[in-house]
């Protein structure tokens, strides 16, 4: 069964840090456009980061530039999202989706319907003090 597998949420004090990661299970992450969103509670899911194929490109929400980091580890099949300076605004259960025909820098990166291929199941990210 294919799959991507989401990990590393958690509830965290403001200022803290996080490190999601994103793996693929039945599937090799190597030939797919990987890219983060999240949904809070009441509001749509958005984009939060992309990364391409190779890992030099890559591309963020203006909410998070300079915050959160994106990379991969295509020995490991995984796909990480470090998280820092972490706000309240940044609660909300965060996503993983692959796609062989997506490019970070398309007019679709950050649109969520847009990515048909694979999703993962989501975990929590919850910042509050």
């Known amino acids: 069964q294919l799959q991507l597998v989401e990990s590393g949420g958690g509830l965290v004090q403001p200022g803290g840090s996080l490190r999601l990661s994103c793996a693929g299970s039945g599937f090799t992450l190597d030939y797919y456009t990987i890219g983060w969103f999240r949904q809070a509670p009441g509001k749509e899911r958005e984009g939060v980061s992309c990364i391409s194929v190779g890992g030099g490109s890559t591309n963020y929400a203006d909410s998070v530039k300079g915050r959160f980091t994106i990379s991969r580890d295509n020995a490991k099949n995984t796909v990480y999202l470090q998280m820092n300076s972490l706000k309240p605004e940044d609660t909300a259960v965060y996503y993983c989706?692959?796609?062989?025909?997506?490019?970070?820098?398309?007019?679709?990166?950050?649109?969520?319907?847009?990515?048909?291929?694979?999703w993962g199941q989501g975990t929590q990210v919850t910042v509050s003090s």
């Open positions: 989706a692959a796609d062989t025909f997506k490019t970070c820098a398309g007019p679709h990166a950050a649109t969520p319907s847009s990515w048909d291929q694979h």
